[in-house]
């Protein structure tokens, strides 16, 4: 039998969402700012993460990608969903769920690129460092955590668990 151990409480993602979010607003008032949410682990960060930039002017796109399957990286990364609209003269900030090899988010930032953005930055919830294979720049980062399987807040096992008001791990009992 396995159990979801709290790894991160509602209280706590609250908290350093409002912060981000903060953060965010005072770096683009005066920007074209295009916020790209990568689905579909993103979503839920996503939601409450453009609730706490108190901005006038953003827009919100989606991209659709897969690049994870059970819980070890393929390194291969595919479009299941691209942008609505071009993002060329935008601020875009791209919104991540969590980088943990940085496969995903490396080709994403290059593939964002040719579509010559003003500027192009990084918006995580989670990174683990300890398993980094690309080094990858995240301007705007919630949590360093370790190398644990982590889900709910939008975070998948299996597709279950999304819907999670928290960041859980399973143990077993
Ligand atoms: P990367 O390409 O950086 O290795 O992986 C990025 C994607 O893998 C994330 O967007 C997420 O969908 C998935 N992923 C990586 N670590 C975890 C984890 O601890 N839990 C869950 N649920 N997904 C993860």
Not at 76 to 83: A, P, S
Not at 145 to 151: A, S
């Amino acid at each position: 039998m396995e159990q979801i151990v709290t790894y991160l409480s509602a209280d706590q993602i609250a908290e350093r969402v409002k912060a981000l979010g903060a953060d965010i607003k005072r770096d683009y008032q005066d920007k074209r700012l295009a916020i790209i949410i990568v689905l579909k682990g993103s979503f839920v960060f996503a939601a409450d993460l453009i609730r706490a930039i108190d901005l006038p002017h953003l827009r919100v796109d989606f991209l659709g990608v897969r690049s994870y399957e059970g819980t070890e990286s393929s390194g291969v990364v595919q479009i299941t969903n691209d942008l609505s609209r071009p993002i060329e003269d935008e601020d875009v900030l791209l919104v991540e769920d969590i980088v943990d090899t940085g496969l995903t988010i490396s080709y994403l930032l290059d593939l964002l690129q040719t579509r010559k953005p003003r500027s192009l930055k990084v918006c995580a919830l989670l990174h683990k460092p300890a398993r980094a294979k690309i080094a990858v720049p995240i301007e705007y980062l919630g949590f360093t955590i370790e190398d644990r399987f982590v889900i709910g807040y939008g975070l998948d096992f299996g597709e279950k668990f999304r819907n999670l008001p928290f960041l859980g791990v399973l143990q077993r009992a």
